[in-house]
């Protein structure tokens, strides 16, 4: 959607009489996926960082405490 576009679907919407509930709905969609990208961050870097631990031969159950991470992961 270019800009153009964008700006008449907004102007369309204000004029809906439920105007505020599709911006609070959109905006919660938005933060949800916001939200769901850090987590799948915070997972791939200690991913990252268990992996290192293990390059370096670190014990299992050390790596489990210090992540917080089950050893079965």
Do not use: C, Y
């Not at 809906?16 to 939200?35: D, P, V, Y």
């Amino acid at each position: 959607m270019n800009k153009e576009e964008e700006e008449q679907l907004m102007e369309q919407i204000n004029q809906l009489e439920n105007a505020e509930k599709i911006f609070h709905l959109s905006n919660s969609w938005e933060e949800k996926g916001i939200e769901k990208g850090k987590e799948l961050g915070r997972e791939e870097s200690i991913g990252k960082v268990v992996r290192g631990m293990l390059r370096e031969d670190l014990p299992i159950e050390l790596i489990a405490k210090v992540t917080g991470l089950e050893i079965e992961k």
